[in-house]
């Protein structure tokens, strides 16, 4: 029996991940469940799943959601706030976390859960672009397994040889090939972008996701922290990381091989597939996902990304290239501007010129700890909150 803390557990992540688990009561059981704001939601989870702790974001939303449960009954313990969360990701009570919490919220909890040595299930991608080789030192201290959720990812490590070295040439590899649909942008002519509104953005057209990484998705900043992520897992330099359009998000991402071999991972776009993988890994178990009707699909199609269209994804590379703090910097921006863009105070356009701007601001150092990574979260935060505001 696998004992999972769920971070994010009333996300789209989350959901899934239930979804997959309640298939399997047999492998799985929930140790802890865990939400920010959706107070009413976490407590028919706890009803359902019957978790050991539950945390939230506030005293309030705890005391909230212990009044629920006790009316239902429930005798989950309720806590909430970062050292909560951090508590539930580490402690002996589980083996297995599952990191969904969205952006850089999901940091820390994520990173209590490598030091403690879990296996981790990574779809906070936020986490690993912030914190890079320290996220990657920490897992290698402690003997934590690291599976990546994000589909690119998961299918790569599909289609790596085990045990990965995380080194290319170690295994004859020429380059990690990492698909993207495009988004809902695609096809859009470029001058009328501005004038999107955030409901079109998240509107993707293969996948059901949380806002952030669905405007992520439209701008191709979410491929970028891809290319970041797949960087750190798979030991992958930026000029051996491609990226390609394919608008049908059937192939998950590939793996070319020396010898002109290309492996590739294919499946019907839906996150259950990455979970269950990760959830049940190196066994294999059933996730709901309808099985793939390749007489289905009219055609796949493949196109070379515009970087005029999506320059998210050149700020990315940059970053990546840059290395030391640059994509912390970039992440703490894109989270500013995204957050700014939802709320309706800037336009489509505008996200990919305040990155831009603050890329050029600010200084990239070296980060040595967690704490001199903060402060340059911190920076880039409020420098693009200066440039929001003048
Ligand atoms: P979501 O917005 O649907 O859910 C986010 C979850 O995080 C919620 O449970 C919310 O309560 C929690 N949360 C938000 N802010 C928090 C805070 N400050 N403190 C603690 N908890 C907080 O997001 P999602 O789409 O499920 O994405 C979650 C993560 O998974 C993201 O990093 C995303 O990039 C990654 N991911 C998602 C998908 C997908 O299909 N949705 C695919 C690949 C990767
Ligand atoms: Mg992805």
Not at 52 to 80: C, I, M, N, P, R
Not at 143 to 150: H, R, V
Request: proline letters at 4%; aromatic letters at 4%; a negative charge.
């Amino acid at each position: 029996m696998q004992n999972i803390t769920l971070l994010g557990a009333t996300g789209s992540i989350g959901i899934s991940t239930l979804d997959v688990i309640a298939r399997h009561p047999d492998r799985y059981r929930i140790h802890a469940l865990t939400a920010h704001t959706k107070v009413v939601e976490l407590a028919g989870l706890c009803a359902r799943f019957r978790p050991d702790v539950a945390v939230v974001g506030t005293a309030a939303a705890a005391q909230e959601l212990s009044a629920l449960l006790k009316s239902d009954g429930v005798s989950t313990e309720v806590s909430y706030g970062e050292a909560a969360l951090c508590a539930v990701a580490s402690g002996a009570g589980c083996d297995t976390v599952m990191a969904a919490i969205v952006g850089a919220a999901g940091l820390a909890p994520t990173l209590a859960a490598a030091r403690a040595g879990k296996k981790i299930l990574l779809a906070n991608k936020e986490a690993l672009v912030m914190s890079g080789q320290l996220f990657m030192d920490a897992i290698a201290a402690s003997g934590a397994i690291l599976l990546p959720i994000d589909s690119e990812h998961n299918a790569i490590f599909q289609c790596l040889p085990q045990p990965y070295q995380r080194n290319l040439d170690h295994h004859g590899i020429a380059r990690i090939v990492l698909t993207a649909s495009g988004g809902p942008f695609l096809d859009r002519a470029v001058e009328t972008l501005d004038l999107v509104t955030p409901d079109e953005a998240v509107a993707h057209p293969n996948w059901v996701m949380g806002r952030k990484i669905s405007v992520d998705s439209a701008t191709m900043m979410n491929k970028g922290l891809e290319v970041i992520e797949a960087h750190w897992l798979f030991g992958a330099t930026h000029d051996r990381i491609e990226v390609v359009i394919h608008p049908q998000s059937v192939i998950h991402s590939m793996v070319s091989y020396l010898d002109g071999s290309v492996l590739a991972q294919l499946g019907n776009p839906d996150m259950r597939t990455p979970i269950a993988h990760a959830l049940a890994y190196p066994e294999r178990i059933s996730s709901g996902v309808a099985p793939l009707d390749l007489t289905q699909l009219a055609k796949l199609e493949f196109r070379q990304p515009d970087l005029l269209r999506f320059p998210c994804l050149k700020l990315a590379y940059d970053a990546l290239a840059t290395g030391g703090s640059a994509p912390a910097v970039l992440n703490a921006a894109n989270e500013v501007a995204v957050e700014a863009f939802l709320d309706g105070r800037i336009g489509f356009r505008q996200i990919d010129q305040l990155i831009d701007r603050v890329m050029h601001a600010a200084s990239f150092e070296a980060v040595a700890d967690i704490a001199g990574l903060l402060d340059q979260d911190r920076h880039a935060r409020q420098l693009a909150n200066s440039f929001l505001t003048s």
